[in-house]
């Protein structure tokens, strides 16, 4: 499966952006997505992760009643929604995707998911 993602930018704290990971070339409704992010100088970190159904979801602590990750398999997008962001959510958001016959299966590790999607710049700053 070839992911992409989209709707990084530049926002002010406290704002909002929804993120959007495209997939092709699967069965998406196979797959587990995450979205993980990078800031510079700093270790890949978890944010969000849904099952196959969309039925659970799974936060890192950082983000919980902040982000909010959905999923329209009729679309084949995963979507990150971002609230009251933060200087500190500022990085490169990147989904990532691993078919999975669990259908309440979520994994935090980077090294679980086959499947990444080049990034997306999200930059919080006035």
């Known amino acids: 499966v070839q992911l992409q993602a989209s709707g990084g930018g530049l926002v002010q704290p406290g704002g909002s952006l929804r993120l959007s990971c495209a997939a092709s070339g699967g069965t998406f409704s196979d797959y587990v997505v995450a979205w993980f992010r ?5 270790e890949r970190e978890f944010v969000a992760a849904i099952t196959r159904g969309g039925g659970d979801t799974r936060y890192a602590d950082s983000v919980k009643g902040r982000f909010t990750i959905s999923r329209d398999n009729t679309k084949n997008t995963v979507y990150l929604q971002m609230n009251s962001l933060r200087p500190d959510d ?29 990034g997306t710049q999200v930059t919080v700053s006035s």
Not at 105 to 113: C, H, I
């Open 38 to 42: 990078q800031a510079p100088g700093k």
């Open 90 to 118: 500022t990085a490169v958001y990147s989904c990532a995707a691993k078919a999975t016959a669990y259908v309440r299966r979520t994994d935090s590790a980077p090294a679980w998911y086959a499947y990444w999607g080049q």
